[in-house]
């Protein structure tokens, strides 16, 4: 039989789940963002992401070729007459605890300036796959008409790499032709009953189970992508949509954790002839710390079961900490972080000197309670064990719930709450380049 604490567990969560579910809209004003974002239509002869053949082609016509990677990448070898224009230069890292944002204005006309670009030209960019998203609405963004990417990235160019340096003239860049695809927080709410609007989930399989925007489809970026980095076959990718009801005469909201997983499906979407496609580009990082806003799980229900561990209950609440407190905590050895989101999320930015344990690997295949042995194994594994004081990190009131609940079972005492904004994360995008 359950425990009383068990029982009081479950209805406390079950209650969580029905507050998240019918958790208010706030705010449906449509932001200038979305004004007149129709797709910028490419080079009728050739489609976005292009094949070596097309792409010769195309530097023929007088296209300019982008290397989007970061300069030490750039500089072990590039495609002759590439420009090198790292994605991460028209990005900032982090703004207000939101990872991958635009950089500035002056930024993007100082940085495309430098690359010799300038408005009108064609160019053909690459990275290490088929999808560099971040450099492409970027490119998009400060007004480029003709942006076509190269097939499987640098891996897949037919000719010898060069490592001999590119001499370009500065460009007197400016940004006289917006385009902006990206929508905010309160459009995106407002289009969350509309039949009319798909919102696609861009982030790993195990982060959409986790939590995600109510009636987000899950299309996993990297599912696009065959193993040796070209785009899926066309046949593919549009049986992948079908079966999500997402098609061409829907909007397409496009979205993930931090914007880069969004902006690679918006190039693949793009690629089939989707031109109603935008980007919530501040994604789950903003979208999950309002509690307001609502999350669904994909995840079935669970128990307990017999067995489970009986400690004795911690003592007094656990308290909700603030950002200052977090930072000024983490600093105290004896004191751990337990960042409780998926491992994909975890990796793609963590908190720093915290450790993860995805709250989901504390249940068996049927959905039960592990062993207090097999529980006890996990946590201590990254050094979380009872001696210490634990900082519970999440953004979705089941998972806080239940990971506090696992811990008291095993008999930790002090166990507090961090759910809010934090600035100085550990970015992993940036990391990779």
């Excluded at 796959?129 to 007004?143: H, T």
């Amino acid at each position: 039989m359950m425990t009383r604490f068990a029982r009081n567990f479950l209805s406390a969560t079950a209650l969580s789940v029905l507050a998240l579910s019918a958790a208010p809209i706030i705010g449906s004003a449509v932001p200038n963002a979305v004004i007149g974002v129709k797709a910028f239509a490419q080079e009728a002869a050739y489609p976005i992401i292009v094949n070596n053949e097309q792409f010769q082609a195309l530097v023929e016509q007088g296209a300019k070729i982008v290397d989007s990677r970061q300069p030490a990448a750039y500089e072990k070898g590039h495609i002759p007459g590439a420009v090198n224009l790292p994605w991460a230069k028209l990005n900032v890292s982090e703004r207000d605890g939101i990872r991958n944002e635009f950089a500035e204005d002056a930024v993007f006309e100082e940085v495309i300036g430098t690359a010799g670009l300038k408005a009108g030209d064609t160019l053909v960019i690459y990275d290490t796959n088929s999808l560099p998203g971040r450099a492409f609405i970027a490119l998009e963004y400060a007004g480029f008409k003709n942006i076509h990417v190269l097939d499987g990235g640098v891996d897949a160019y037919a000719g010898e790499l060069s490592t001999d340096p590119v001499e370009v003239a500065k460009s007197d860049f400016k940004l006289e032709n917006k385009h902006d695809v990206r929508v905010d927080k309160a459009y995106v709410e407002s289009k969350l009953r509309a039949n009319d609007t798909v919102i696609v989930d861009g982030r790993n399989a195990d982060a959409f189970v986790d939590g995600h925007i109510p009636g987000a489809k899950s299309v996993v970026a990297a599912s696009l992508l065959t193993k040796d980095k070209k785009v899926q076959p066309e046949d593919v990718i549009s049986n992948l949509l079908a079966s999500r009801g997402i098609d061409k005469n829907k909007e397409i909201l496009s979205y993930c954790g931090s914007g880069v997983a969004a902006a690679n499906n918006y190039i693949a979407l793009r690629n089939l002839g989707y031109t109603n496609v935008r980007i919530y580009d501040e994604s789950w990082d903003e979208w999950s710390r309002d509690p307001q806003a609502g999350q669904s799980l994909a995840l079935g229900n669970y128990a307990f079961g017999t067995g489970t561990v009986k400690a004795d209950a911690a003592e007094g609440a656990p308290r909700f900490l603030t950002e200052a407190q977090v930072k000024e905590l983490a600093a105290n050895p004896e004191v751990i972080v337990v960042d409780v989101r998926s491992p994909s999320d975890y990796s793609a930015g963590q908190i720093p000197g915290s450790v993860n344990v995805f709250w989901d690997t504390t249940l068996d295949d049927n959905r039960v309670l592990k062993t207090p042995e097999d529980l006890k194994k996990i946590y201590a594994e990254v050094g979380v064990t009872p001696d210490k004081k634990v900082i519970l990190f999440t953004r979705g009131g089941v998972q806080l719930t239940h990971s506090y609940t696992v811990l008291s079972l095993l008999g930790f005492k002090d166990v507090d709450f961090f759910t809010g904004k934090f600035e100085g994360w550990e970015n992993g995008a940036m990391k990779k380049g």
